[in-house]
């Protein structure tokens, strides 16, 4: 995260990349809206289906619409049907894509493995309604949880949540945000990071792993999902899966019965890895609390986990409405 970038800076492209047809358009709220994001489609079992950040659909659920560009102008079609996780979560949607468009749109495929550090990632959407195209970025930091690349161009790129972020023309993740690392430090209760100077720190773009959104295609495809989501781990271990309506808030390390530290949950931490940022002893408990979607403060559990043997309590409701 610290060092220099290591490949040459490419200048941000005020087009998209070229091809037959676009590999992205755009979604907003009504058939006029002046206010839009950016999407992108897939193709799974023969049926083709959009994707894009949660809060985006979230924003355009009263009224929501595809906004794509044809022979003979821009069309607007209305979205009828779509999947999303929750916002605080994976932060990805999903939404059907009628046949008629199929000829407008050109489906990217899904990259097969999960991206790593060092590589080199393209992204493009529309920033301001306007293409805008990233050639090369340089990821920092990968979990299945989230893709953290280098942000060469500094300045805002309001209306590129939702686009895709492509490893040799496969997506491999989704675009959910932009901003500078320091938003993070202030809820992170990890000593590893308190020599760390903030300033020092590249600002960042945010991305969702593209295997998140399938578990909302499958529901989208009638398929049963129940045991799909983000596999929480510990030391290696399996112990649950977090489906997409469900956030990870936190982790804390119980040692004898008292809370010894607690992390919140940022983009950093690892649902394969829960350990990260711990220094255990036989028999720590590591308490992981789940905030579920659609529902109010009441609704947040946790359950513990021993690090030594792998048991995992049943969920515990959380009543304290001010956790």
């Not at 320091?182 to 020092?200: A, E, G, M, W």
């Not at 398929?223 to 899966?241: M, W």
């Amino acid at each position: 995260m610290l060092r220099p970038a290591w490949a040459a800076e490419v200048p941000v492209r005020e087009t998209l990349p070229p091809g037959e047809k676009p590999i992205v358009f755009q979604v907003q709220q009504s058939p006029q809206s002046d206010i839009t994001a950016s999407a992108f489609a897939i193709e799974v079992q023969g049926k083709l289906f959009g994707a894009t950040a949660a809060h985006v659909m979230d924003n355009i659920s009263r009224d929501p619409y595809m906004y794509f560009q044809t022979p003979q102008g821009y069309r607007a079609e209305k979205i009828t049907s779509w999947e999303t996780s929750n916002v605080m979560g994976t932060d990805v949607a999903v939404f059907e894509i009628p046949a008629s468009v199929r000829n407008y749109v050109q489906p990217l495929p899904i990259a097969t493995e999960r991206a790593k550090p060092t590589q080199l990632v393209s992204i493009a959407g529309f920033a301001f309604g306007q293409p805008r195209w990233f050639p090369q970025e340089e990821i920092l930091f990968a979990s299945s949880y989230r893709l953290m690349i280098r942000n060469n161009f500094r300045r805002s790129n309001k209306g590129m949540c939702g686009s895709p972020v492509m490893i040799n023309g496969k997506v491999a993740g989704l675009y959910v945000r932009s901003f500078p690392y320091k938003v993070f430090s202030p809820k992170l209760d990890v000593p590893l990071l308190s020599d760390f100077s903030i300033q020092s720190l590249p600002p960042l773009y945010v991305a969702t792993p593209i295997e998140n959104i399938l578990p909302l295609v499958h529901n989208l495809l009638g398929q049963d999902t129940r045991n799909e989501g983000l596999v929480i781990k510990v030391l290696g271990r399996p112990v649950s899966v977090l489906p997409p309506g469900d956030a990870l808030l936190s982790v804390a390390l119980i040692r004898n019965g008292e809370v010894k530290q607690t992390v919140q949950a940022e983009e950093f931490t690892d649902p394969e890895h829960l350990e990260q940022f711990f220094e255990l002893e036989d028999n720590d408990i590591l308490r992981v609390t789940i905030f579920p979607q659609f529902v109010d403060a009441t609704a947040i559990f946790s359950y513990d986990i021993n690090v030594s043997s792998g048991e995992v309590s049943s969920p515990k409701l959380l009543i304290d409405t001010e956790r």
